[in-house]
């Protein structure tokens, strides 16, 4: 950028398997990101952001370089590069699930080992290779690690003896006759910041702003808004159906019998709860879903 160039926040999605999740989580939050398979360089509908796609492998190490301001990245992979950047936020959501991962040590389903200390000696594939020779060392064990470039379930018993490998549900490694031994580290999304870049007041801003915005996304996932007219004498029956994330809302309507209700449930218990609602005398009852949810 040239100096007359507006400012902008340099920010790095992470390419693969959080991709789509990533971009999502950012569509939530207010942010249309468009990507190309022809181009690392997505198109966003905010013209403070300049994005790049970047492996989750790599992103805290130019990040930590200074080469982006900030980037969505693993804990796991700022731990494996040992990265010196800030975490802005943790960002609870993963490529199947909202949830966190592990990185688990895994064996065949007959294999005789039952603990990290029965992997002396042996042979263990993985791409987290410097967190596992930290947890060897930790261990007090001494193995021989390998980097697998992909596929690594497939690699016990003949090209190696263990494996370490990331799993949300562990049907992957359970399809391919794998048992988990230990998990070795549990890791989360973080958006994760250059220190240089937080002390530039203008981007530090930006960067709150985006963390306000992606953790209200994050606290909506998995919950609707929901309106209702009630008599004031049906009142105190139907707020005893509802659970609220907060007390819910309660407005006088222009008939001064009447009032209406708003409130946030969980969506897997609105079609338990809306027959109940109906029955303690709710009427006009409307589910509408959210998009964010700031405390």
Same mark, same amino acid.
């Given at each position: 950028m040239t100096s007359s160039d507006p400012k902008k926040l340099r920010l790095g999605i992470p390419k693969g398997s959080l991709e789509n999740a990533t971009i999502e989580l950012f569509r939530r939050a207010g942010f249309v990101i468009t990507t190309s398979s022809r181009s690392y360089f997505p198109a966003v509908d905010d013209p403070d952001l300049e994005c790049m796609l970047i492996r989750a492998q790599e992103m805290a190490r130019?990040?930590?370089?200074?080469?982006?301001?900030?980037?969505?990245?693993?804990?796991?992979?700022?731990? %494996?590069?040992?990265?010196?950047?800030? &975490?802005?936020?943790? =960002?609870?959501?993963?490529?199947?699930?909202? +949830?966190? $991962?592990?990185?688990?040590?895994? $064996?065949? %389903?007959?294999?005789?080992?039952?603990?990290?200390?029965?992997?002396?000696?042996?042979?263990?594939?993985?791409? =987290?290779?410097?967190? &596992?020779?930290?947890? =060897? %060392?930790?261990? +007090? $064990?001494?193995?021989? $690690? %390998?980097?697998?470039?992909?596929? &690594?379930?497939?690699?016990?018993?003949v090209l190696a003896d263990a494996i370490v490998e990331v799993t949300e549900t562990g049907s992957s490694l359970r399809a391919n006759k794998l048992r988990i031994v230990e998990t070795v580290l549990e890791s989360n999304t973080q958006l994760i910041a250059n220190h240089a870049s937080l002390r530039d007041d203008w981007k530090r801003r930006k960067l709150d702003d985006i963390k306000m915005l992606l953790e209200g996304a994050i606290n909506a996932m998995g919950k609707v808004g929901l309106m209702l007219n009630v008599r004031k004498a049906d009142l105190e029956s139907v707020l005893g159906v509802l659970p609220a994330l907060k007390n819910p809302t309660i407005s006088q309507l222009s008939d001064a019998e009447w009032l209406a209700v708003n409130t946030i449930l969980d969506e897997t218990a609105v079609r338990r709860i809306i027959p109940r609602l109906k029955e303690a005398g709710a009427q006009g009852i409307v589910e509408y879903p959210l998009n964010k949810i700031v405390m």
């Open positions: 130019y990040v930590e370089d200074g080469i982006l301001d900030a980037g969505l990245t693993g804990l796991d992979w700022v731990e %494996e590069n040992a990265a010196d950047v800030a &975490t802005v936020v943790d =960002l609870i959501y993963a490529k199947q699930s909202f +949830g966190k $991962v592990r990185w688990v040590l895994a $064996v065949p %389903e007959t294999s005789d080992v039952h603990s990290v200390k029965d992997l002396q000696g042996k042979i263990i594939a993985t791409e =987290l290779v410097a967190t &596992t020779k930290r947890y =060897l %060392e930790k261990n +007090g $064990v001494t193995a021989k $690690v %390998e980097f697998s470039w992909g596929a &690594t379930e497939v690699k016990p018993p």
